[in-house]
């Protein structure tokens, strides 16, 4: 019994090792996926600010063929005034010449407006640029940091699970699916000290004859309480 209860004490240590190496890797994990998303979102936002630029640069455009149409407009007018003969003919066409004039006012002061708001948004797209060129370099050095971690972690856990076969395969077979089953059930954590008459599992008190046997039975025992295994330390002298 002796022999298995230490058996069943060092596996128990092994595997909260081992969980604990797994939680870290996880967290690992989990850090770079963070990482991963938040170079996603900035690259969203810039895609968008690309898109946005885009549209207005085609209305841009549109708003400067339309500037162009009425500045030959007007040069066409100018042109033909000369030949002009009747006084409501070239009256006429001054009135032309001057609606195209503020047409190309209006024209104008829209493409203003248009080069100012794009002007703003390649700034904006700028910024997000260069968060993401650090993100980036952060990204890069972090990444190559948690790549070595999980490596060194994968290792350990390697080397870990050939020792665990060690604490594990000598226990009987029954007594193996016991253990396994309470590491799931109690929070990882199936063999308990009995001291001073009381489970350190649940805390709860053993019956007297239950804990005095503990130091004379061979057989392994289970908490009445919380079916945790039970191991006594005998004092010394
Ligand atoms: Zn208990």
Known sequence: MHEQIELLKALQELDH?????????????KEQAELNSEKERIQIMVDGLDEEIDKLQSQQAELQQGLAQEESNIQRSEERLPEIKTQKEYLAVLKEIDSAKKVIKDLQTQLEGLTAQIADLNAEKDEKLKQMEELQERFESRNAEIAEALKAFDQALEAKASQRSTHIDPLPKQLQKRYTLLMERRDGVAVVEARDGNCTGCHMHLPPQLFNSLFLNPKIQSCPHCNRLLYVIESEG
Do not use: T
């Open 17 to 29: 090792e081992l969980n604990s190496i797994r939680q870290q890797r996880r967290e690992l994990e």
